[in-house]
């Protein structure tokens, strides 16, 4: 029962887990997953498409 896992489970932990999961097994995942969790979990992985703010952020991502 990955849904009840992923419900207790610590929110950066989750989105290690997720990002590493097909989108098909996430999205079954999800569905059966408490419904504020589920968005929770859908908006850490949103932010992970958000560009960086400014050039500088960009270059403290990129390695040397």
């Known amino acids: 029962d990955a849904d009840n896992i992923f419900n207790g489970m610590e929110d950066t932990l989750l989105l290690d887990i997720a990002k590493s999961m097909k989108s098909a097994t996430l999205a079954a995942v999800m569905s059966t997953m408490q419904p504020k969790r589920a ?3 859908t908006k850490l992985l949103a932010g992970l498409a958000k ?3 400014s050039i500088e952020a960009l270059q403290q991502k990129t390695p040397t």
């Open 39 to 41: 968005e929770a979990l």
């Open 51 to 53: 560009p960086p703010a």
